[in-house]
């Protein structure tokens, strides 16, 4: 069982910037990918961007390059996302998620955060 706690969401204005972090413990946390997803009010689940176990593999969701960043230190096992340029429609909350290989989708995760509220006002 892998436990994982996100922190570093909050209320920010249009253009600023935050960064999430995902502290993970438990066996093998380490050698799991891990997630971020995001679900809006009324939308569904979608991804934000993803890491390999090693770190050296990447996957962003459809946004502008520069604006999410994904990072993880393995041996803090935490996995970090630092969001730039923040607009209204980024508002929701955001997951973070643990899974034996890399995906683009949600289906291939196994542990769930339990979500950070992200809010960017106008």
């Known amino acids: 069982q892998v436990q994982l706690v996100e922190s570093g969401g909050g209320l920010v204005r249009t253009g600023g910037s935050l960064r999430l972090s995902c502290s993970a413990s438990?066996?093998?946390?380490?050698?799991?990918?891990m997630g971020w997803f995001r679900r809006a009010p009324g939308k569904e689940r979608e991804l934000v961007a993803a890491?390999?176990?090693?770190?050296?593999?990447?996957y962003r969701g459809d946004f502008p390059e520069g604006e999410f960043t994904i990072s993880r230190d393995i041996a803090k096992n935490t996995a970090y996302l630092q969001m730039n340029r923040l607009k209204p429609e980024d508002t929701a909350v955001y997951y973070c998620?643990?899974?034996?290989?890399?995906?683009?989708?949600?289906?291939?995760?196994?542990?769930w955060g339990q979500g950070t509220q992200v809010t960017v006002s106008s």
């Open positions: 998620a643990a899974g034996p290989n890399l995906s683009e989708s949600d289906r291939y995760y196994d542990y």
């Open positions: 890491i390999s176990w090693s770190g050296s593999t990447t």
């Open positions: 438990g066996p093998s946390a380490s050698s799991y990918a």
